[in-house]
């Protein structure tokens, strides 16, 4: 049987197949919405792309504050992602054009070990991202996304107590 004798008929009314609906909400309602998906979560997996500086820089200035404020003990894990582009001849023609390079490994362990001013608070502190460890991996060769996935389950069950990843941890550092 071929999928579009199976659609549901738009002239009958009582045909009810499956549908889905699509709601856009413009960015202040999502940031305020965004949080309620966040209970019962046991590790969250905090993803930046290795060739969008931007999004490296969010996880420090959006990232993690809101997680820190939103569920403070729920461990998790830095995530480098697109390291196949790192190469690419295009992506790395749009940064230089862009004044940019891709992020390097050390930049992600940097980050997951950096110290930041938590910039929602009235009283202005410092705390360190906390992440569990930093991996890197690629959804398109899928190098390093099983690394990811078992890092993320290790996580749950066996959560390191929030201080930074040192060179010497085997399950930190040393997964790419």
């Keep these: 049987m071929d999928l579009t004798?199976?659609?549901?008929?738009?002239?009958?009314?009582?045909?009810?197949?499956?549908?889905?609906?699509?709601?856009?909400?413009?960015?202040?309602?999502?940031?305020?919405?965004?949080?309620?998906?966040?209970?019962?979560?046991?590790?969250?997996?905090?993803?930046?792309?290795v060739v969008n500086p931007a999004s490296?820089?969010?996880?420090?200035?959006?990232?993690?504050?809101?997680?820190?404020?939103?569920?403070?003990?729920?461990p998790y894990v830095l995530i480098g992602?697109?390291?196949?582009?790192?190469?690419?001849?295009?992506?790395l023609a749009r940064l230089l054009y862009m004044k940019e390079k891709p992020l390097t490994y050390e930049h992600g362990v940097k980050l997951a070990k950096a110290v930041q001013k938590a910039p929602h608070s009235f009283v202005s502190f410092v705390f360190k991202i906390g992440a569990q460890c930093y991996l890197e991996c690629s959804a398109l060769t899928q190098k390093g996304l099983k690394a990811v996935f078992d890092e993320a389950i290790l996580t749950i069950f066996?959560?390191?107590?929030?201080?930074?990843?040192?060179?010497?941890?085997?399950r930190c550092c040393s997964v790419i």
């Design 158 to 170: 066996h959560p390191k107590k929030k201080k930074k990843c040192c060179s010497g941890c085997h």
């Design 56 to 74: 490296y820089h969010n996880v420090q200035e959006e990232w993690v504050p809101e997680l820190k404020d939103c569920m403070p003990h729920v």
């Design 81 to 91: 992602t697109q390291i196949d582009l790192r190469d690419d001849p295009k992506t």
């Design 5 to 49: 004798s199976r659609a549901p008929s738009t002239s009958d009314p009582s045909d009810s197949g499956p549908t889905t609906s699509r709601l856009l909400f413009p960015q202040e309602d999502y940031n305020q919405l965004r949080p309620l998906s966040y209970p019962n979560t046991d590790v969250f997996l905090i993803c930046f792309s």
